[in-house]
């Protein structure tokens, strides 16, 4: 191996039938440092990639051939029973509520993100890593649809709007220091503002990480 390249931060298979977008992420995350085990233009090609090459991330579109309907999320939930290791980022063209939280109920490991996020580049793979450490991703476009659909028996309804701002942010995955510099306050405050939001949501006792899942799951399907 040459002794100047970098070690793979992980290896990643990736399956779009746009063979343009496709060979645009793979350039992009080799780039970055992940190996790019395989390619598919199709969810059946997608489940003997990930069978064969046991990667660490798979990064799927939602709509493959050959209806190009949910066949990505499909696949990703057989992705899910068959090989739980494997993190699977959906990348959708536009926000499908029902979609992403049949896809956010596994609560880890797993990724719902607008295709037009890609062009955001650090955070995209700020989101790849997130995922490959066991984390999840939503896309903040899918967190505000959420949010205007509420229902009236809303178990949200006690939080205040710093509080709502707060778990919204939570629901993207991020850390209390990464809220604290997304509002501008320091990470006491916003570690305040989880104690209470998990206060008023009635969250049984148990480790913080578990309860912020809980809160989180809470969050996507208060709609």
């Known amino acids: 191996m040459d002794a100047n390249k970098q070690p793979a931060r992980g290896r990643v298979v990736l399956a779009d039938d746009d063979i343009l977008l496709r060979e645009g992420l793979a350039s992009l995350c080799e780039r970055v440092g992940y ?4 390619q598919a233009g199709d969810a059946v090609r997608l489940l003997e990639l990930v069978a064969d090459e046991r990667p660490d991330l798979a990064i799927i579109d939602i709509r493959m051939p050959p209806h190009h309907s949910t066949e990505g999320l499909k696949a990703g939930r057989t992705i899910r029973e068959l ?13 499908e509520v029902e979609d992403a939280l049949e896809l956010l109920a596994g609560g880890h490991k797993v990724g719902y993100l607008l295709k037009s996020r890609v062009t955001a580049v650090d955070e ?18 899918l967190v505000r649809e959420l949010f205007s659909a509420q229902r009236r028996d809303d178990p949200l309804s006690f939080l205040s709007g ?12 991020r850390s209390n220091a990464g809220i604290g510099r997304r509002l501008w306050v320091t990470e006491g405050t916003v570690e305040k503002h989880v104690r209470s939001i998990l206060g008023k949501l009635h969250l049984p006792e148990a480790s913080d990480d578990h309860r912020r899942v809980l809160a989180v799951l809470t969050f996507l399907e208060s709609r």
Not at 83 to 95: Q, R, W
Not at 124 to 141: A, C, K, N, T, Y
């Open 124 to 141: 995209f793979i700020e989101s790849l890593d997130r995922i490959h450490r066991g984390g999840s991703v939503v896309d903040p476009s």
């Open 83 to 95: 090989h739980p290791a494997t993190g699977i980022l959906v990348l959708s063209a536009y926000v």
């Open 35 to 38: 190996e790019v085990a395989g």
């Open 162 to 173: 710093r509080e709502r701002e707060v778990l919204a942010l939570m629901a993207e995955g």
